[in-house]
């Protein structure tokens, strides 16, 4: 299984600053097909996850574009550029290249 | 618009068998590309993926948890099933189902999600 394991664990922020947040694989996301499959998503409180990012750096419908991704091979960032309150939550990378597939741990930002 | 709701019990004991229903709405599961998967959450931890049908009817599932799930659908009900043999309380968790596309690759929307818990 590819382990997907995220830094930091917690990411205390200031409304206005940047954030950002790391996803490393145990194995490159790259596919025979050339795509890499690393996707990252929101969890706000008490609410199921939503897809923000998908293939590296793509944003979602209706994503905000103070989000982006980036990286390669095995080393992924999602960064906010200007944290608001509503991006309080748990942020997760999944990777979509190899069955099973897998999520990191978990980033909890907050104000 | 696609909505997805998980169904099923509150509480099961252990060894029992888990059966879990996802309505959805807004989509047909006869859709090349298309597929809907099965994501559970335990009390304040991560996600953890268990398994994946897609149109085609083909079926992927999770390696540490095959030999205890099925996972099926019935494109006249808009429903996909999951079931789990033989519960155990670490298996206690909140279960999505969500949309799994192969355009972009990711799972998107999600359901509300069920808290399922394993006590006897």
């Known amino acids: 299984d590819i382990v997907m394991t995220q830094t930091p664990l917690s990411s205390p922020v200031t409304l206005g600053q940047p954030a950002s947040i790391s996803c490393r694989s145990s194995q490159s996301l790259v596919h025979s097909d050339g795509n890499t499959y690393l996707s990252w998503l929101q969890q706000r409180p008490g609410q199921p996850p939503r897809l923000l990012i998908y293939k590296i750096s793509n944003r979602f419908s209706g994503v905000p574009d103070r989000f982006s991704g980036s990286g390669a091979g095995t080393d992924f960032t999602l960064k906010i550029s200007r944290v608001e309150a509503e991006d309080v939550g748990v942020y997760y990378c999944?990777?979509?290249?190899?069955?099973?597939?897998?999520f990191g741990g978990g980033t909890k930002v907050e104000i | 618009q696609i909505t997805l709701k998980e169904s099923g019990p509150t509480l099961v004991k252990p060894t029992q068998t888990l059966t879990l229903t996802c309505f959805f709405s807004g989509f047909s599961l006869t859709t090349s590309g298309v597929g809907v998967g099965w994501i559970r959450q335990p009390p304040g931890k991560a996600l953890e993926w268990l398994a994946l049908?897609?149109?085609?009817?083909?079926?992927r599932y999770s390696p540490s948890l095959k030999s205890r799930l099925t996972i099926t659908k019935d494109i006249s009900k808009n429903q996909v099933v999951l079931t789990m043999t033989n519960m155990d309380p670490v298996d206690t968790a909140t279960y999505y189902c969500?949309?799994?596309?192969?355009?972009?690759?990711?799972?998107?929307?999600w359901g509300q999600g069920t808290l399922v818990t394993v006590s006897s």
């Open positions: 969500a949309v799994f596309s192969t355009v972009f690759i990711g799972f998107d929307p």
């Open positions: 049908i897609y149109w085609d009817d083909d079926k």
């Open positions: 999944m990777q979509a290249t190899q069955f099973p597939l897998t």
